[in-house]
């Protein structure tokens, strides 16, 4: 075990045993030769925080938290946030009618005991220390951790999730995804979906509004479209610990020349994942309405301003079947071009029958 693992080994040790000078004592070396920028520098700075925070040095710990809030790493800046948000609470004064004043009554000399006077004075006990924190009992260790991940497994399911598709041309698609927290404010999930997506080299381009979320990609072929839906599928089910089997479109183009006749089918196979409160995922295509040849399971899809609306039900295989005509406007206006030519000459032989030739020079 390298030195630096060693140390922070023992610091993470002084400070579950409470011995927070020696905590802070262990990192103090170590910060010289990792800076704030670093992620090993940052989460050292952490665990000063924790320390500080114990011993009642809140000033010190804020200051800390201060430099840490500019910090590369999205997860640090998150952590530094929230401890930046207790410390700045407030001590809010204690109401006076929240307790009640015992008066002070003195006896009469005659009113008191005899046996009073010769009443014995109880000795001060004198307790020995309670030595160092004892580390929790395993069955409390994970009780508590069913806990957290419960909590955790709860609020990650507070947010809504849309994937949007365009069809922009014969076995050409445009895919984007929206993540929008119900909340209001960013959840531990959506953080690290968008880092794990960013380690598999994506060709989804990520942007951050608040608490909406919106990764968008080229126009690109429909066989990668299947494979962009399962690094997204996969990225998913290593994020929230559910395993999400690979959604699928197949399609079955016809092409006629001057256009082309496109059926689509999707599936999204959501059999493993448990019902989660508050998560809600939807299929949106634009430029589809009621008059294309559809049909959608298990739930039935809206229509708003040209554009389809399917919720996906969790727990089940849904499916979607889109059948649709693509123009090919190339061939189209070819057709136009040479239908106008063919009319004109039909004109042309038609005036020359009826006697209306081209115009002569006199003999």
Known sequence: MSNLASAIKAAEAALEKGDYSLCIKTIDPLLLSHPATTL???????????????????????????TLINC???TVRQQAKQLLSILDAPCLPRPSNWSVEIPNIEMEPSLKPSFGKTKKKKKKADHPPTGPTKNLDFGFSIITFLIIALTTFLLSGCVDISTNM?????????????????????????IDFSDNLKKELSVLKVQTEGSKQHFESPTIRFEEVNELLKQIASVASETSGFKIRNPEIITNNRNWLIGTRQHLKIYFDLQDLPIIPGLKINIIMNEIDYKNNLRSEPLEPTYKDGSLFLPLKIGQINQLEVSYWKWNKISVGLVLIISLILLSITIQKFRLSMGFGFPELPP
């Open 40 to 66: 090993i520098g940052a989460q050292l700075r952490l665990l000063k925080v924790t320390a500080y925070m114990g011993k009642g040095d809140e000033q010190k710990a804020i200051d800390i938290c201060q």
């Open 72 to 74: 590369k790493e999205a």
């Open 166 to 190: 365009i069809v922009t041309g014969p076995d050409r698609l445009h895919i984007s995804l929206d993540i929008d927290s119900i909340s209001g404010e960013s959840i531990p999930w959506q």
